[in-house]
């Protein structure tokens, strides 16, 4: 399977708790994205790479919230001090990144998705 | 900051009626992507409309994209079973974050 990949694929943890999530691109791609997705909600940008530099973040990314891709291939999303309102589905996207690279430009594939509970 | 509007958020339909989906969004852009999401699985790409007028038609559903009424459609033909799920229509006005809408929880019955 050559689509994004991310794990795990769900996660319970205790308030309080730190916990981690790992995301692999579609392979060759330079562009990754983070997204969260509650109920009922559509998914809403947290943060993105263009390779290994992280280029923007959201204002919903607290201090709490870190993400790394330090060899511009897979990424990893870190929440310390979980709290309850952090229960969502974490999604990862990437793309080849780059006007010149597709006509369809920014359309991002997207991953399984990590669902964390925090009870 | 940019709004993603669609309506109806939930569509209840008979088999092999046609209906569409309303995407209005607030600021300047000619990128929109329509997405679909099955229940507790992630988001299939659907349709990439890049440019005012851009029309793409998939099946059963047809997509299109006036940027000057900021607004796209999801149109659905004849609707089967198969056909229901959730679709997001996406907003990229940043060239990076794509802004979607709340979603269409769409159920198609016999």
């Known amino acids: 399977d050559t689509g994004v990949s991310q794990d795990p694929r769900h996660k319970i943890t205790k308030r309080g708790q730190n916990v981690t999530f790992r995301c692999d691109p579609i392979s060759e791609h330079n562009r990754l994205y983070w997204y969260r997705q509650t109920l009922g909600q559509g998914p809403e940008f947290l943060t993105y790479f263009q390779n290994e530099a992280q280029l923007e973040k959201s204002r919903l990314l607290s201090d709490r919230f870190s993400a790394e891709r330090p060899k511009g291939s897979f990424s990893t999303l870190e929440i310390q001090r979980t709290e309850q309102g952090d229960s969502a589905m974490y999604l990862c996207a990437s793309t080849p990144g780059g006007r010149e690279v597709t006509s369809s430009y920014n359309e991002q594939f997207f991953g399984p998705g990590t669902r964390l509970t925090v009870l | 900051e940019l709004k993603v509007e669609q309506n109806p958020l939930f569509l209840s339909m008979q088999e092999g009626k046609n209906y569409t989906i309303y995407c209005n969004y607030s600021?300047?852009?000619?990128?929109l992507y329509w997405y679909r999401q099955d229940p507790g699985k992630s988001l299939e790409s659907l349709f990439v409309?890049?440019?005012?007028?851009a029309v793409k038609q998939e099946g059963r559903l047809m997509a299109s994209l006036d940027t000057k009424a900021r607004l796209s459609t999801l149109h659905i033909t004849a609707a089967v079973h198969d056909l229901s799920a959730t679709y997001f229509c996406a907003v990229d006005a940043s060239g990076y974050a794509l802004n979607f809408g709340k979603g269409t929880s769409l159920l198609v019955t016999p």
């Open positions: 600021t300047t852009s000619d990128r």
């Open positions: 409309l890049l440019s005012n007028g």
